[in-house]
């Protein structure tokens, strides 16, 4: 589906795909493809909402030719990690990359260790001592402020290196991919069904968002069409858990300058909502429900009221939270112009979800592409201009009563639709497919690979918090060392995600 | 300022009894009988290894069970084709996951009886998927309310009773985790929580994994889930007080 590119006219190819940031880089990665015959190959991704789909070039390396590329970081910003992490996983080097170090792999493993080549056992254990160096400023007077991986709180790991001048933050450099588990290499070999309970496991907060992207892409490759019914219970599944997620973070950005009356509100309405999702699916984040081919239980008119019950009381009380964020003067001071984004940032660095729509970015895979039943729903993304805490909580609020009308129209809709089909059969073949849904934190991309016997040849993951994360370290620049927890917490990005 | 008052005027006190029993669809221990050949389907249909069959009889190592009902799917679709009365099915009241290795009978007042002062407890993600995480936070909300038992999370391993780790370790948090553990003080605990701390097999094993949590470190106790609710993480808090007293 792609056009076959030699290495030679990646950058030429790259700036005709990407127009200056037009066309969304969606996300780069590589394949190895030499038990074929053929070589490694980079495919590269780029978003075309106006044609709701994607489209871009896969570029080919030569068997025995160089195993080196022009790195593409200069004309498309966004690329930074991906080069890093095909470099990490593959040993394909971007020639000019501004910064080479390794990305994924840490100081445990050697160097020329690629554990996605196709020769490299699933659980080859190894022992290195690779350099991983981080980012710092100099200068008189300028000091360090190391934090994590472990941090304080109840969060995941991730270690920062703040360069500081007294209380401001000059650079932030993050180190990540602490929990990296292997996951795209450990799925490798199996069925899409049998790799089903991993895909749900990559992440707690986006379980929908990546088990449905990559069902999409399974059902691509078997030619299968969802039974509507189903198309209609996973758009409300991924209602359900933005309305989780968001409304955990409303009651969670708070926490970054002790707002205390908001935190607990924010904690009630979350529990609301996470025991909604085990009445609903049998578990608190909707694990085992979507399958390839559909879904495995249904929603029931008495669950569908138990949902308009719990929904209504939540809906209330994200009301009144906003009108105590809106009273709060000394809260409004501390979010207000504080990790601001510009839009031209987050342009270039292919931002998606909140953190991309607050900085006047309209970009909303359920807009750009058509999946689900959203091109019914009228559907359109909620943005803001400041791209400053503040404005990333509008857009959430924003986003929330959008959410909760959306659930209404969704049940009106399952109410007349039959429930004889959940669930399509699945027949795969070797092909290749991609998925996308717009998870709480922004789009979540899946690719495909699928060989003869219908077991997974290759597996990308690219969440919604993997474009984001580098904006984070920009927001930060300028502002106080003690804002950093809000600005953090306003970008609410997963670790797990993208660490896979 | 209004509304913050009105509200917490008109929001009564949400916290409640610790709660064991799930919702109608709530996937928890799994119970019943079926015959052999249906139950080899069952351990088939397992993406951990954590269903055993001997005969007519089965174990399932809730130290690596995601709960993930394929087991009891495998069960449900041949009993239908076997018109079959019997099968399994998940319990879904009392629906607490058994405290594996540690099977003292938990007492809410375990701290004020027992240990006599409060419970300080350091989380540790060696590699988890942050729905456990997620669910930590959730025991401090005002539903469950942890600070009522004198359980803390603190900020250092240094100030900590118990190790609480989530997620299976990956090579890349290995060496954190042994740190935080040879920072703690003794007499000192280790709770292995969630599927992946306690059994380590849910991606299987890859270059990027070392395994469970006691691969690492010695655990003391496991509470099962993927991820446990918060009260199942409470009633392991309060049975890792209980085994904190007999170590004092």
Redesign the interface.
Known sequence: MFTEIMPEAVLETAEKYSANGAHPLTAMFGRDETESGAGYAIYCCFEFPEKKDIDGFKMVFDPKGSLEYDSITHVVPGAAWYEREIRDMFGLVPKGHPDLRPLVLHEGFPENFYPLRKNVSVNAKVQGDRKYKMRTAKGEGLFEVPVGPIHAGIIEPGHFRFSQAGEAMLQLDAKLFYTHRGIEKAVEGKTPYEALPIIERICGACSIANTWSFCQGAEKIAGVLVPRRAEIIRTLLMELERITNHVGDLGNIPAGVGFNPAISLGGRLKEKMMRLCEAVAGNRFLRGFIVPGGVRQDITEELAEHIHEVLDDVADGVEDLSVMFAEQENFQNRIQTTGIVRNRTAVDLAMVGVGARASGFAHDSRSDFDYGVYSELNFKPFTKSMGDVAARILVRIGELSASFEMVDSLLEMLNGCPNDDLVADMKYGAGEGWGISESARGSNFHYLVLDDAGKIDRLFVRSASYPNWPALTVAVQGDIIPDFPLINKSFELCYACIDR | ????L???FR?RL?TGKISLA??????GPIEGSTSSEILARCAASC??AAFDVKGEDYTIDYKKC?????CV?ACAQKAVEESREDGLH?KHEDAMPYLIEAGQEVLQDVLREKLGRSLHVR???A????????????T????YDLSRYGVH?V???RHADLLMVT??V???????LKM?YDAMPEPRLVMACGACAAGGE????????VGAADKVVPVDLYVPG??P?PSAMIVGLLAAADMLKKKL
């Open positions: 300022m209004f509304k913050v009105e509200r917490i929001d949400a799930g919702s109608d669809r709530f996937r993406p951990v995601i709960f993930c009902g394929r799917e998940h989380h540790l993600d590699g988890s998927c942050n729905a456990c995480d997620f669910e930590m936070g959730a401090g909300n005002p539903y999370f900020a250092s391993p997620g299976v990956t090579r890349n948090l290995e060496q954190a935080s849910t991606y299987g094993d890859t270059y990027a994994i993927c991820p609710r």
